[in-house]
């Protein structure tokens, strides 16, 4: 059986690959290797997310689950630098490159951190004013279903989780999912494309 890219610690030989993308008219160099998602090129989603987000009037920290070898949140943290970009994942191989990623396309305010917890590692007072998810189908709804809670305790008062996701992966069950956690009125379809849809939730207390 392959191994899945959210693995905690991937075991397939790596074969490092390194190439060129531009993401919000920024030009990235990203290290890519066996055993993470989408190790050939930035996904549709990932890339539908980052050219569509729009940061609001909040200023704070952003916090990007499940990042990944770091093409979302290092595009955002280059982009908007009013606080740091927390990146979390659990796989190992996955934060070593964004790590690695951040250092080469100088995002300084990028932080990475591998947890096997995911965000059950958060400290309980860290609040973000937008969370960003391209979130890992087939880990199963219920830890997808997690990350929309937690992002939820999370997030500040007017702060904003954003959510991109195939209409054939669950993203009925995602809209679904943010109405009961912030409000029919709170949640906003940002965009449709070849089948994905982006969805943000406002939290308002």
Aim: proline share 2%.
């Amino acid at each position: 059986m392959s191994e899945h890219y959210y693995a905690n610690k991937p075991t397939s030989a790596r074969d490092e690959k390194t190439w060129s993308y531009t993401l919000k008219g920024e030009s990235f160099s990203f290290t890519t290797d066996r055993g993470v998602f989408s190790k050939g090129e930035v996904d549709f989603g990932s890339r539908f997310l980052i050219e569509s987000f729009e940061m609001g009037d909040l200023s704070g920290d952003i916090l990007d689950v499940g990042c990944g070898y770091g093409p979302i949140g290092l595009a955002l943290g280059k982009t908007y630098q009013q606080g740091k970009v927390i990146m979390i994942d659990v796989n190992a191989r996955a934060c070593e490159l964004a790590e690695k990623n951040a250092v080469r396309n100088k995002v300084d305010r990028a932080e990475v951190r591998f947890t096997e917890e995911g965000m059950a590692s958060l400290r309980d007072d860290e609040r973000f004013v937008a969370v960003v998810t391209n979130p890992p189908i087939r880990a199963g709804k219920e830890t997808v279903h997690d990350i929309y809670e937690r992002a939820y305790r999370h997030l500040v008062t007017g702060g904003e989780l954003w959510v991109v996701i195939q209409k054939k992966q669950g993203a009925p069950s995602t809209k679904g999912k943010l109405e009961e956690l912030f409000g029919v009125e709170n949640v906003e379809t940002r965009g449709k494309n070849k089948g994905y849809f982006l969805f943000s939730a406002k939290k308002i207390d």
